[in-house]
């Protein structure tokens, strides 16, 4: 590709090979519905059958950054700049376990230059609409941001390139990169990953003024991290306003991940709450809305996976009975998990922690 005739690009990056299904997917669907925008991918783990399927598709180059090796998401603001500083006037940041289900890649490339886009956390994502994680950082809060940013998708033009080097530098912060070393659980709030620390620097006074827009959870992106990450009510009015996120983001495992085999409750292995945690796990991904969208999408230069075909009569009955839509599908499931994510936000189970201890006590960029 020449760098100096395009404008946009949309960056996808996977390091796990086994995660190769997400590429596929989110290219085949950048081309049903944005069939316009330039894609790059860095695929640094990939196989010789991935090289030659992802060389096939029109619109598709391969990135190489020498420096990324095991910065896993945290190589976002690098991939970005490369993109910036290559001649692309806008850059959209994909995480390679989106898929797309309508135009809206499309649409974000006609907003204002100045406008950071991205999109809103899920609802049960701790500690949202304050400044913690700005003050934690030790920046000047400024504003407070209606939730906290979840970078699976990043719109940035080069009038960001300042606040995308800042970002780049807090990530490569020695107590940052200490805390990353650290299970999630044991880590910090504001250091938990790189979307606290771009949250945090929104909020702050330097970039305060710089206008944000942020993709509403449940609306326009489907934050699908369990089933309750795709809440109750605003599936029942996506269904109610006859309309479907266009964005699907598949959170935490995926649903290619699973076995073909269904899980046993009554005659597996192991003590049966562990049977009935794994049968229920297996529903949700069969039940996803990211795997509805992907099963339209299957015939389009993709050769069918197993993964695609739902293999439990628990998986089949939740399709039926959400008619095969994005919004309905799973519904009982994500009744449970909402109901699972609530008692533990009131006793307080699985929290980050937000201990004052943590926090830094002087601006690392100052």
Same mark, same amino acid.
């Given at each position: 590709?020449?760098?100096?005739?395009?404008?946009?690009?949309? @960056?996808?990056?996977?390091?796990?090979?086994?995660?190769?299904? !997400?590429?596929?997917?989110?290219?085949?669907?950048?081309?049903?519905?944005?069939?316009?925008?330039?894609?790059?991918?860095?695929?640094? %783990?990939?196989?010789?059958?991935?090289?030659?399927?992802?060389?096939?598709?029109?619109?598709?180059?391969?990135?190489?950054?020498?420096?990324?090796?095991?910065?896993?998401? %945290?190589?976002?603001?690098?991939?970005?700049?490369?993109?910036?500083?290559?001649?692309?006037?806008?850059?959209?940041?994909?995480?390679?376990?989106?898929?797309? %289900?309508? =135009?809206?890649?499309?649409?974000?490339?006609?907003?204002?230059?100045?406008?950071?886009?991205?999109?809103?956390?899920?609802?049960?994502?701790?500690?949202?609409?304050?400044?913690?994680?700005?003050?934690?950082?030790?920046?000047?809060?400024?504003?407070?941001?209606?939730?906290?940013?979840?970078?699976?998708?990043?719109?940035?033009?080069?009038?960001?390139?300042?606040?995308?080097?800042?970002?780049?530098?807090?990530?490569?912060?020695?107590?940052?990169?200490?805390?990353?070393?650290? =299970?999630?659980?044991?880590? =910090?709030?504001?250091?938990? !990953?790189?979307?606290?620390?771009?949250?945090?620097?929104?909020?702050?006074?330097?970039?305060?003024?710089?206008?944000?827009?942020?993709?509403?959870?449940?609306?326009?992106?489907?934050? @699908?991290?369990?089933?309750?990450?795709?809440?109750?009510?605003?599936?029942?009015?996506?269904?109610?306003?006859?309309?479907?996120?266009?964005?699907?983001?598949?959170?935490?495992?995926?649903?290619?991940?699973?076995?073909?085999?269904?899980?046993?409750?009554?005659?597996?292995?192991?003590?049966?709450?562990?049977?009935?945690?794994?049968?229920?796990?297996?529903?949700?991904?069969?039940?996803?809305?990211?795997?509805?969208?992907?099963?339209?999408?299957? !015939?389009?230069?993709?050769?069918?996976?197993?993964?695609?075909?739902?293999?439990?009569?628990?998986?089949?009955?939740?399709?039926?009975?959400?008619?095969?839509?994005?919004?309905?599908?799973?519904? =009982?499931?994500?009744?449970?998990?909402? @109901?699972?994510?609530?008692?533990?936000?009131?006793?307080?189970?699985?929290?980050?922690?937000?201990?004052?201890?943590?926090?830094?006590?002087?601006?690392?960029?100052?």
């Amino acid at each position: 590709m020449n760098a100096s005739s395009i404008e946009t690009v949309v @960056c996808l990056h996977e390091d796990r090979l086994t995660h190769f299904p !997400g590429i596929q997917f989110a290219i085949a669907s950048l081309h049903r519905h944005s069939p316009e925008l330039k894609i790059a991918v860095s695929f640094p %783990n990939s196989s010789s059958e991935a090289d030659k399927w992802i060389e096939q598709q029109h619109g598709v180059e391969r990135i190489y950054l020498d420096h990324g090796t095991g910065k896993g998401w %945290n190589i976002k603001p690098d991939l970005i700049l490369m993109l910036l500083e290559r001649g692309h006037s806008q850059v959209i940041w994909l995480d390679a376990d989106i898929i797309v %289900n309508g =135009p809206i890649l499309s649409e974000l490339t006609t907003q204002s230059e100045n406008m950071l886009i991205s999109t809103e956390e899920p609802y049960w994502g701790q500690q949202q609409g304050n400044d913690l994680r700005t003050r934690a950082w030790a920046l000047v809060p400024f504003r407070t941001l209606s939730a906290t940013v979840n970078t699976g998708v990043i719109r940035v033009t080069k009038n960001h390139l300042h606040l995308i080097k800042d970002w780049q530098l807090l990530l490569g912060h020695p107590v940052y990169l200490a805390m990353q070393k650290l =299970p999630d659980m044991q880590r =910090p709030i504001h250091m938990l !990953g790189d979307q606290e620390v771009l949250t945090a620097l929104l909020g702050g006074k330097k970039y305060g003024h710089m206008p944000v827009r942020l993709l509403r959870r449940g609306v326009e992106i489907a934050q @699908c991290f369990g089933a309750g990450g795709f809440g109750v009510s605003e599936r029942l009015k996506n269904t109610f306003l006859r309309r479907s996120p266009q964005l699907i983001h598949a959170m935490g495992r995926k649903p290619w991940s699973r076995s073909v085999a269904p899980p046993q409750i009554f005659f597996g292995g192991g003590k049966l709450k562990s049977r009935i945690n794994s049968y229920y796990e297996y529903l949700m991904l069969e039940s996803s809305p990211y795997l509805v969208v992907a099963r339209s999408i299957k !015939g389009e230069d993709i050769s069918d996976s197993v993964w695609l075909f739902r293999h439990s009569s628990g998986g089949k009955f939740l399709a039926n009975i959400g008619f095969n839509s994005v919004n309905l599908t799973g519904l =009982p499931l994500a009744v449970i998990d909402s @109901c699972g994510k609530f008692l533990k936000r009131i006793f307080k189970i699985s929290r980050f922690s937000t201990d004052e201890k943590f926090f830094l006590k002087k601006y690392p960029l100052d």
